[in-house]
T-cell receptor
Framework: GAGVSQTPSNKVTEKGKYVELRCDPI?????LYWYRQSLGQGPEFLIY????????DSGLPNDRFFAVRPEGSVSTLKIQRTERGDSAVYLC???????????????FGPGTRLLVL | AQSVAQPEDQVNVAEGNPLTVKCTYS??????LFWYVQYPNRGLQFLLK??????LVKGSYGFEAEFNKSQTSFHLKKPSALVSDSALYFC?????????FGQGTTLQVKP
């Protein structure tokens, strides 16, 4: 596709529920990244994939958060037993290889706004 | 640890005047520095980056940034601000694949 797409654009859920957020990267991009942006803050890194494998998941806040990318393209961020503190905008980005040690430009999607009631 | 600081929460400038949005960084090794802009309810748009070479980097929409190693700064600049430049600006440092962002600076350009 022309850019990174994310679905849904908005998600409202109740505390304790399970949610899945989807990211479709730019076609041909090997690297995919997830960030979380709380109100009034800069984006915070969660996890990044090179191909199908998670190259760095050091930003996942706890074991309620999990992400997959089974075919090396679309990725799903999964949050179990959601809490009100999980409310944020979840941003996805992609880059061509992810192998340049931080030099590659990351291209961001519009984000999914998650609200946990 | 790598970090980025944007010391100003908000910058106000009149249309047609030059603008500067400040960023300082702390990295070990070579810094890879980025500027992104975020419009309301939109994702981040890449403006420019510094990897190596010329300290003055030119980017999209007439923006440029000056890398200063001695002051560990990477300030974003534009010679003549437009009302449409009003948005939230983020400085970031690239670190082994991930980006570390500053807190953001809101730029308000008034007609």
């Amino acid at each position: 596709g022309a850019g990174v797409s994310q679905t849904p654009s908005n998600k409202v859920t109740e505390k304790g529920k399970y949610v899945e957020l989807r990211c479709d990267p730019i076609s041909g991009h090997t690297a995919l990244y997830w960030y979380r942006q709380s109100l009034g803050q800069g984006p915070e890194f969660l996890i990044y994939f090179q191909g199908t494998g998670a190259a760095d998941d050091s930003g996942l806040p706890n074991d309620r958060f999990f992400a997959v990318r089974p075919e090396g393209s679309v990725s799903t961020l999964k949050i179990q037993r959601t809490e009100r503190g999980d409310s944020a905008v979840y941003l996805c980005a992609s880059s061509p290889t992810g192998l340049a040690g931080g030099r590659e430009t990351q291209y961001f999607g519009p984000g999914t706004r998650l609200l946990v009631l | 640890a790598q970090s980025v600081a944007q010391p100003e929460d908000q910058v106000n400038v009149a249309e047609g005047n030059p603008l500067t949005v400040k960023c300082t960084y702390s990295v070990s090794g070579n810094p890879y520095l980025f500027w992104y802009v975020q419009y309301p309810n939109r994702g981040l748009q890449f403006l420019l980056k510094y990897i190596t070479g010329d300290n003055l980097v030119k980017g999209s929409y007439g923006f440029e940034a000056e890398f200063n190693k001695s002051q560990t700064s990477f300030h974003l600049k534009k010679p003549s601000a437009l009302v449409s430049d009003s948005a939230l600006y983020f400085c970031a440092v690239g670190n082994t694949g991930k980006l570390i962002f500053g807190q953001g600076t809101t730029l308000q350009v008034k007609p």
